[in-house]
């Protein structure tokens, strides 16, 4: 037997950054999502004469990265809620 069937610590420390690395690709992927779907709320909006290819380029650029900002917000929110989550756990009538 090996050190990491013994104490287990291992496997759990894999997963705790599995999950991490989950909620920080599942917050970019929506905060991505979100600046996408603002940009096209923006293609819409926005009358084609008044805009030029580079302001359309320039404007998905800073959509794309606002999302990815909002993205790393709800990574950080997630990551504070489930470190924060036991203290507010009820306690257990034994």
């Known amino acids: 037997m090996n050190d990491r069937q013994n104490t287990g610590r291992p496997a759990r420390a ?7 690395v989950v909620l920080f690709v599942a917050s970019e992927i929506l905060g991505l999502a979100l600046g996408q779907w603002f940009f096209s ?9 008044v805009v030029t290819g580079f302001n359309i380029a320039t404007a998905h650029g800073w ?12 990574f ?19």
């Open 41 to 49: 709320i923006y293609r819409q909006t926005v009358p084609p004469a």
């Open 76 to 94: 950080v929110w997630g990551l504070l809620t489930a470190l924060l989550a036991p203290w507010f756990r009820a306690k257990r009538a034994d």
């Open 14 to 20: 894999s997963r705790v950054r599995l999950g991490l």
């Open 63 to 74: 959509f794309l990265t606002n999302g990815a900002i909002a993205g790393l917000v709800f």
